[in-house]
C-alpha cells in the first residue's frame, strides 16, 4: 500500500505542475478579475499540496490500510445508481432525482435506518435547491414539477 501511495503522490505531483504550468500559460488574472487559467491554476496547487502530504506521508510509513474491494455488490449498486440518476434526472427533475438517490445509497449502500435516510435525502435535496437553484441562479432539469 506504501509503495503505491509513492507512486500516485508522484503522479498527481507531476499532473499538477502540468496543469499549473498550462494554466499559468492561459493567464491567472487577479482575485478580482479572474483570467481563464485562475481555477485550474488554484485547483492543481491544491493537488499538488495534498499529493505533497500524500507522498511525505508514505515514505514515513504513516498511511493507514485501505478498505479492500472485496465486495463488489457496493461498487455495482453505486454505479447503476449514478446511471439511474442521469436518466432519472431530466424526466423526474433535479430535486426528486437527488432525493431518490440519496435516499437510495443511504438505504441499500450505508445500511442506514428510514428516518434518518429519508431526512438527510430530503435536506441534501432542498440544500443543493436552494444554494445552487435560488441563490446561484444555476438552471437544474424541472421535471415533473415544471410541467
Known amino acids: 500500500m506504501i509503495t503505491t501511495d509513492r507512486w500516485t503522490g508522484l503522479f498527481f505531483i507531476l499532473l499538477s505542475l502540468y ?40 515514505f514515513r ?10 465486495d463488489m455488490g457496493n461498487t455495482v449498486m453505486v454505479s447503476l445508481a449514478v446511471l439511474g440518476f442521469a436518466l432519472l434526472l431530466t424526466w423526474l427533475g433535479f430535486v426528486i432525482t437527488t432525493f431518490i438517490f440519496m435516499l437510495f445509497l443511504l438505504r441499500a449502500v ?3 435506518a428510514w428516518l434518518f435516510s429519508a431526512g438527510t435525502a430530503l435536506f441534501i435535496s432542498v440544500a443543493f435547491y436552494v444554494v445552487f437553484g435560488l441563490w446561484l441562479k444555476a438552471q437544474f432539469p424541472a421535471g415533473i414539477l415544471g410541467r
Open 19 to 58: 496543469v499549473c504550468f498550462e494554466s499559468w500559460r492561459l493567464g491567472v488574472g487577479s482575485f478580482f478579475r479572474p483570467g481563464a487559467g485562475f481555477f485550474p491554476f488554484y485547483s492543481s496547487l491544491f493537488l499538488g499540496l495534498l499529493s505533497l502530504i500524500l507522498g511525505f506521508l508514505s
Open 110 to 112: 450505508e445500511h442506514r
Open 61 to 70: 510509513g504513516k498511511v493507514e490500510a485501505a478498505e479492500s474491494w472485496t
